[in-house]
DNA sequence: TCTGGGGTCCTAGGACCC
DNA sequence: TCTGGGGTCCTAGGACCC
């Protein structure tokens, strides 16, 4: 089955990416002040490091550290929960100034972004390490954030740029450096080379990009698939990822997961943690006028061994009440007593829209009608008050563990400030959803 | 690095059809 | 009843990303 072929883009593209130095950790300093030049770290609520504060990661800090251990080394360190958010909507303002330089921007992450910038020198009177400057600079002087930027030929050496130098840096790579750039790369690191293709091309005397870059092609077409040809081609300076412009508007797959601290063993526990991801995946799916055809369910074990189940509907939907039953089934299927569980999770899979949902004869037209006004309803009072105003039965138990998770209660004054005049739905980019209860 | 919570794309292989 | 070549669709699973 062969896919698309490897199409490289016309002649020097000008790729720019973006990203934002400790993001989580520099919102938080933009919004409380008095935060600044301290160690500030986020994952509060799940008991290791998130982000940390550049001032946190000079003294050693790293993602992934236990917060035990963070106050051994910093006991100073400020700690919160991740906000996401008001990282929402840092993110969102940092998108939108990017789009005064030019309409051609992909929303990559939450914190991070690529631009197309060819041709543009014209337009703004001066090179493009002008345009990235200036770019640099109002991001920080309007949201209080700083940022790291490079610009080359193409998306994956322009992420090579923007990680060569941070916080606040610039990298320029034009065609005739890549290979000074590249000599110090170690495989692994270059963005789509993940450890096990890392590991393979070690084989080969591949140990920096640039190894890897002065491959010759049959090398490479022989010995790799088409991923790994696209990233060599990429890093030779031929674009052949393009700078996607359309935002988001539909999913392949919807998933929700949740780990537990402390693990449990108790069935109807687990199965009630199942159950609120499963209305968690179902309000999002519906958000997005989504309905699955399939649902597929994991538990995973205290050792980190995953047990999953895979049901096909008979009707695609995105209402929890048609999906318990499989839900129960697939559960029943793959739960075993006595077995210590962290985490559960759900995935709608096979994602069709629900105006093409087609019902069968003996599907009862009224009742599905009926049912969706009741789930409407309950999106919207989720929205209003906060997510678990309306519950099933069933997610009832999680209420209880749920409360020595992190709570925030945070400065809605500041959040105000920053962004008065907007409502928490559009900042947020949602679309209103059209109710009558 | 002992382990969040989301996602995407690619490929091989089987089922099915002519 | 058997044989062969070739196409399409679907799915599981791997690998990777932030």
């Not at 369910?297 to 096909?312: H, N, T, V, Y």
């Amino acid at each position: 089955m062969n896919s698309d072929p490897i199409t490289i883009h016309s002649w020097p593209r000008a790729i720019l990416h973006l990203d934002a130095d400790a993001f989580f950790a520099s919102c938080e300093q933009a919004i409380h002040p008095e935060l600044k030049g301290r160690p500030v770290i986020t994952g509060k609520e799940r008991g290791i490091v998130a982000a940390a504060s550049y001032e946190a990661k000079a003294m050693g800090i790293k993602r992934g550290v236990r917060l035990s251990d963070v106050k051994k080394i910093c006991p100073d360190a400020v700690i919160l929960p991740s906000d996401y958010e008001t990282y929402s909507l840092f993110s969102l303002r940092m998108f939108s100034i990017i789009r005064r330089f030019t309409p051609d921007v992909e929303e990559y992450s939450i914190d991070e972004a690529f631009a197309d910038l060819t041709g543009l020198r014209r337009h703004f009177h001066g090179s493009y390490d002008l345009i990235a400057q200036q770019m640099q600079d109002t991001v920080e002087k309007e949201l209080g954030i700083t940022v790291s930027i490079g610009v080359s030929l193409s998306k994956v050496l322009a992420k090579i740029g923007s990680k060569h130098r941070k916080p606040r840096g610039i990298t320029m790579i034009p065609g005739r450096e890549i290979h000074r750039y590249l000599g110090d790369l170690e495989i692994g690191s270059v963005w789509g080379i993940g450890p096990n293709t890392a590991a393979f091309l070690r084989k080969f005397g591949i140990t920096t990009a640039l190894d890897f870059a002065q491959k010759n092609e049959a090398f490479v077409t022989k010995h790799l698939s088409k991923p790994y040809i696209e990233i060599w081609h990429e890093l030779n300076g031929r674009s052949i990822y393009p700078v996607i412009k359309e935002s988001k508007s539909s999913y392949q797959s919807i998933s929700k997961a949740k780990t537990f601290t402390p693990p449990s063993k108790e069935e109807s526990f687990v199965f009630a943690q199942l159950s609120r991801n499963l209305e968690n995946a179902c309000i999002k799916a519906r958000r997005y006028g989504l309905a699955a055809t399939r649902l597929v369910i994991f538990l995973r074990r205290q050792d980190f061994a995953d047990s999953g189940a895979e049901l096909k509907l008979t009707c695609p939907s995105a209402h929890p009440s048609d999906l318990f039953g499989p839900l129960r089934e697939g559960f029943e299927n793959i739960y075993r007593p006595n077995t210590l569980y962290r985490q559960t999770g759900v995935v709608l899979a096979g994602l069709v829209a629900e105006t093409k949902v087609q019902y069968t004869f003996f599907d009862d037209t009224a009742k599905i009608e009926k049912m969706s006004k009741v789930y409407d309803a309950v999106d919207m009072l989720s929205e209003k008050f906060g997510k678990y105003t309306v519950q099933h039965a069933a997610s009832l138990q999680t209420n209880t563990q749920s409360q020595h998770e992190g709570e925030r209660g945070d400065t809605p004054q500041r959040k105000q400030e920053l962004f008065k005049g907007e409502n928490k739905r559009q900042r947020l980019g949602l679309p209103m959803l059209d109710v009558d209860v």
